[in-house]
């Protein structure tokens, strides 16, 4: 891997934004300010090294869209580099527009407390970050972060773990940032699986250092900074059934399908269940 | 650089090598033991290992041109992805997905040869490894054991176990060849251990056949009659020729059975075996297993882990949810109270094989005005241009669900490794 | 790579020989910070970020606390190297106890790219004033054919072709180091000068700016204004024209002269004329180039060692000149022969055998 890079320090950081109107109209932090604050982050990357390469992609509560790609911008001639982040400011408007429009015509989701599209963002750049490695023999060393403010969405749960070990097998590791008020399990497994680094900040006030500290560090010299270690991670799995988070449940034999209560046949694949556990199996589990 | 007579030499050696090799295929079969009669110079070796005169073709008019790989590798990866859909469309997902497994490797005289480079004995090894990781990649909760045949008498290299990397340590130590082989002593050893497995796990065993013959002490046939019976799922690859024998045990026991024809079909036949084949009902039970899902421990708890009986802070282990005793590590039994404990990442890891993505339609833009409405232009994944500077072919394709347009390489990064459509994921499906 | 590395470190270590009030006065240019940052190590770009609205001094003990222990020789480097480029200030309170403060001017104008994003030094020309701009591709052609005519002229200099505005005393400057002439002959490049020519063009030309810049005393110019105006250059965009009129006068003869090496080209207009910077010049700052400029030739050569170099290229032939006797020359192929005493004369020039097999 090492030898198809430029060289330690060019990276490509793709930031996944959550801009879940339900999140920011209640969030500690105005979302101009994070904004600014992002902005900030992505022109502090671009200065770093000028090959570094920067894309945002934006992930409401029903779908998700690349905003910036500071490849776009310097092809385009670094002339206009204000009017770009103009123009980057702009979309995530309308995105943000056309994203309550699309909530507000699909009556289901008008629950305040519904989760933006991690998964969906995360395939969009990993799909990214696949054209990248294919684009040459030397590219920038890709790695995501993700600004999460609402809650995880355990409907999204198969798709953002698909996303997550696709992630590992190419080595991107996943960085997350919590803007919000709870942690966010889907986000620590990313960050624990993927080697990347959990934080949640104290003081939103001051994000911009949180991301400059820790978060515009490039992977080699992570070798050898004391970055903050996560604590504790969430490894509780959500049930097919009723997509609860579990610390114990059932597991289907031929599926793995994972159930909170005993079903007489599997709602995944079918099987039915003999209650009789086998024999052989020499569980002390074996009363129920 | 190009020093000496590298450049003048060179030409002369594809045809020399492939000569030579396709001369000791003809030879294999009346003698095996044919001693190699002259050694490769290394600069020829170079050119013999790389077989740069594979990736020529002709063209129409007669002239050599390399094979446009792309859409060659594409076009395979469609025909492989249909081939998988349209088994798993016709009946409802049921896969084995907790499978007990043994590789049986043969390592016999015939193992030595040196048609595949540097031997088949190697080859093996250096894919069998791979294939390893990728079984345990998709099959997170199976087991997996190596079995070596040498000099007639099969050895258990290693107990069937759950973790990669001391199977593949285990293999790389013992890589010597000599002997006959034996299939029914492998067999009946398999068989043996497999008998022991609990109810709800598929039992198989993956054979990587390099010999021609077997040398039995008994009959056969009756061990391939217990091995039905204890419904032991039985698949061989041979690198040699097509052996009648083979093909029986693979037709009696519901396997398959392949023959590789150079070293990257090899490869792609033993991968086949990676994902979990569809469960066939009656060959384990379907059972629901209680399991735990335990937390890492927090940094200021102090505890004596159950497996090694030893101090450890909390961080460093698990802590089983129902007798809260700490573990090391996951996955395994909890000593205490004997619930299976797994990390939900662990689990997720097959979770695909459920629910697969869908083919994607082939779209080939003579339309694009049709297409231009809506981000037509760019792969929605990638942002990259369908349109194509060099090639007018810009072929792509489009997710029935969605309609969104991808690119040829997001379809098969799409299928193959990420197991999610970007575009429906992108989208809240009104059910939810 | 690693060469252009070295070589434009060794740029950046003649910036941090200024003495300190000079170097205060070129981080009043905010490129000159970001070509400044830039050239730091990674783990220094970070500490200059992690500080960047830090005002208060930091102790420096904390800032150990940084990294993971076993690397703490990585953090001293990096801290040096800041300090060296005046990036942090050292500041000791009433209890000796060390402590680093960014630079105010540094700070003030990194937090200001922050804000804006990186602006430009001077405006383009609006393109009705000039006329047609040359394509991207037509520039470098142009950028690489002078770039190789100045290294033609710098090797041999026998054979002046096509005028040079470079006075004699100017490329004597270029030549001391490469080139070592006896008395009574010919100047004849030296092991240094072999390594030269082979260098990447990026490396070539920092070095080359070096030998510009540290003889700029010389000709009475202050090197601060050249440096401060080459880093300039590097940020215009690539293929606009701008005026020549917005330059001083000491950056106006600095410019003919680096159109003489191709970082930039000259155009007239009807009433004034501009300057067009080239890929040469905008990768200047950035101290690792992202396609290496070199023409790709192709030379074999046979067990009997008689060469065959594929290559149009003038420059090539002469460097292969220097250790084979060339036989024929065709439009696009040069055929020479080493011979034992090529390889002597080479090594009387003090170029060793390493250096031959390399080139080749």
Redesign the interface.
């Known amino acids: 891997m090492t030898s198809k890079v430029?060289?330690?320090?060019v990276s490509l950081a793709v930031v996944v934004v959550d801009t879940n109107p339900f999140f920011w109209a209640s969030a500690a932090l105005p979302f101009a300010d994070f904004f600014a604050h992002l902005?900030?982050y992505v022109?502090?990357l671009?200065?770093?090294?000028?090959?570094n390469h920067v894309v945002v992609i934006a992930?409401g509560?029903?779908?998700?869209?690349?905003i910036f790609?500071s490849s776009d911008a310097s092809a385009s001639?670094?002339?206009d580099?204000?009017a770009?982040?103009a123009k980057a400011s702009r979309k995530i408007e309308e995105f943000i527009a056309q994203d309550a429009r699309?909530?507000a015509s699909?009556g289901?989701?008008a629950d305040s407390n519904s989760a933006s599209?991690l998964?969906?963002?995360l395939?969009?750049a990993?799909?990214?970050i696949?054209?990248v490695f294919?684009s040459g023999t030397r590219h920038p060393q890709p790695r995501i972060l993700c600004l999460q403010g609402s809650p995880d969405g355990p409907?999204?749960?198969?798709?953002v773990?698909?996303?997550?070990?696709?992630a590992q097998?190419?080595m991107v590791p996943i960085d997350s940032c919590i803007v919000g008020a709870q942690d966010s399990a889907f986000l620590q497994?990313a960050s624990y699986?993927t080697s990347g680094v959990y934080l949640k900040p104290q003081e939103l006030s001051g994000l911009?250092?949180y991301l400059?500290?820790v978060f515009?560090?490039?992977l080699?010299?992570r070798?050898?900074?004391?970055l903050p270690k996560t604590?504790?991670?969430?490894?509780?799995?959500?049930c097919f059934c009723h997509k609860k988070t579990?610390?114990?449940?059932?597991?289907?034999?031929?599926?793995?399908?994972?159930?909170c209560k005993?079903?007489k046949k599997?709602s995944?694949?079918?099987?039915?269940?003999?209650r009789v556990?086998?024999?052989?199996?020499?569980?002390?589990?074996q009363r129920? | 650089m190009y020093g000496g007579g590298g450049g003048g030499g060179g030409f002369n050696a594809p045809s020399t090598a492939s000569g030579r090799r396709r001369n000791q295929e003809d030879e294999e079969e009346e003698e095996e033991e044919a001693g190699e009669g002259r050694v490769l110079e290394a600069w020829e070796r170079a050119y013999a290992d790389d077989r740069s005169w594979e990736a020529l073709q002709e063209d129409d008019s007669g002239l050599l041109r390399p094979i446009d790989t792309k859409t060659l590798v594409h076009a395979q990866y469609r025909r492989r992805l249909l081939l998988r859909s349209a088994a798993t469309a016709a009946a409802r997902i049921q896969k084995g997905l907790i499978r007990y497994l043994y590789i049986v490797i043969d390592l016999s005289r015939a193992a030595s040869e040196m048609d595949y480079r540097p031997s088949r004995m190697a080859v093996v090894a250096k894919h069998a490894e791979a294939f390893i990781r990728e079984f345990f990649d998709q099959n997170p909760l199976s087991h997996v054991g190596i079995v070596t045949i040498k000099d007639g008498i099969c050895h258990r290299l290693t107990e069937i176990g759950g973790s990669p990397e001391s199977q593949i340590k285990a293999l790389m130590g013992k890589l010597e060849c000599s002997g006959d082989s034996s299939l029914q002593n492998a067999l009946e050893l398999v068989h043996g251990y497999l008998d022991q497995v609990p109810s709800y796990g598929h039992k198989e065993i993956l054979i990587l056949y390099s010999a021609l013959n077997t040398c039995d002490p008994g009959d056969i046939m009756e061990t391939i009659e217990k091995c039905k019976k204890s419904k032991i799922r039985c698949s061989i690859i041979g690198l040699a020729a097509e052996i009648f024998i083979c093909k029986h045990i693979c037709e009696e026991t519901g396997g398959s059975y392949t023959i590789a024809l150079d070293e990257s079909h090899f490869k792609e036949l033993l991968l086949e075996h990676a994902p979990p084949s569809p469960a066939i009902a009656e060959y384990a039970a379907a059972n629901l297993i209680k399991m735990g899902f335990p937390q890492r421990g927090a940094e200021d708890l102090i505890s004596i882990c159950s497996c090694h009986k030893k101090i450890k802070s909390g961080a460093e282990g698990y802590i089983c949810p129902r007798c809260k005793v700490n573990v090391c590590e996951l996955p395994t039994e909890c000593r205490t109270c004997g619930l299976t404990l797994v990390s939900s990442p662990h689990l997720a890891r097959s979770y695909h094989h459920l629910f697969p993505v869908q083919p994607f339609d082939e779209v080939s833009s003579i339309y694009p005005n049709k297409l231009g409405q809506k981000g037509g232009q760019k792969c929605y994944g990638c942002q990259q241009s369908f349109i194509n500077p060099d090639s007018q072919s810009s072929l792509h394709v489009r997710c029935p669900k969605c309609n969104q347009h991808f690119c040829l390489d997001c379809d098969i990064y799409i299928h193959e490794s990420l197991h999610n459509c970007p575009g429906c994921e992108s989208q809240r499906s009104s059910s939810s | 790579m690693p060469q252009v590395m070295v070589v434009a470190r060794n740029f950046m270590d003649m910036v941090a020989a200024l003495p300190a009030s000079k170097l205060d006065m070129l981080y009043d240019s905010a490129f000159i910070c970001e070509a400044v940052l830039r050239s730091l190590p990674p783990l220094a770009k970070k500490y200059a970020l992690q500080m960047l609205y830090v005002s208060a001094p930091v102790v420096a003990s904390a800032m150990e606390e940084w990294v993971l222990s076993d690397y703490a020789t990585k953090h001293r480097v990096a801290i040096d190297k800041l300090l060296q480029l005046r990036v942090f200030v050292e500041v000791r309170d009433r209890r000796k106890e060390v402590s680093y403060k960014m630079n105010q001017k540094f700070q003030g104008n990194m937090q200001k790219y922050l804000v804006d994003g990186g602006s430009l030094p001077r405006e383009p020309m609006p393109s009705s004033v000039t006329a047609r701009l040359p394509t991207l591709t037509e520039l470098e052609a142009y950028a690489l054919e002078q770039w190789e005519c100045f290294l033609l002229q710098l090797i041999n200099s026998s054979q002046i072709e096509g005028g040079s505005s470079f006075s004699l005393s100017m490329m004597r400057t270029f030549q001391r180091g490469l080139l070592s002439s006896r008395d009574g002959e010919a100047p004849r490049l030296t092991e240094n000068g072999f390594q030269f020519l082979l260098m990447e063009t990026n490396a070539q030309l920092w070095y080359i700016m070096r030998e510009y810049i540290s003889s700029a005393e010389e000709r009475g110019v202050d090197p601060t204004e050249l440096i401060s105006f080459l880093l300039e250059l590097s940020f215009h965009t690539l293929g606009e024209a701008y005026s020549l009129n917005t330059l001083t006068d000491v950056q106006r003869i600095a410019i003919r002269d680096l159109a003489e090496l191709g970082l930039v080209k000259l155009q007239q207009g009807r009433k004034d004329s501009w300057f067009i910077p080239t890929k040469l010049a905008t990768n200047l700052s950035a101290s690792l180039s992202d396609s290496s400029s070199s023409k790709e030739g192709f030379v074999v050569v046979e067990t009997n060692f008689r060469m065959y170099a594929y290559s149009t290229s003038r420059l090539h032939c002469e460097i292969l000149r220097l250790f084979s006797r060339i036989e024929y020359q065709l439009p696009n192929l040069i055929v020479g022969a080493i011979t034992k005493e090529s390889i002597y004369g080479a090594f009387e020039n003090g170029i060793t055998a390493e250096q031959v097999s390399l080139a080749l």
């Open positions: 430029y060289s330690d320090d902005i900030h022109n502090s671009l200065l770093l090294n000028h090959l992930t509560v029903s779908s998700c869209t690349y790609d001639g670094s002339a580099v204000a770009t982040f699309c909530t699909n289901s989701v599209l998964s969906g963002a395939s969009l990993l799909c990214y696949q054209r294919r409907e999204q749960y198969v798709a773990m698909n996303s997550i070990f696709s097998r190419s497994q699986i911009f250092q400059a500290a515009a560090t490039d080699h010299s070798t050898f900074l004391r604590l504790g991670v969430d490894f509780r799995a959500s579990i610390d114990m449940g059932y597991v289907c034999s031929v599926c793995l399908s994972i159930f005993y079903h599997c995944t694949c079918g099987s039915e269940f003999n556990m086998p024999d052989l199996n020499s569980m002390p589990d129920q």
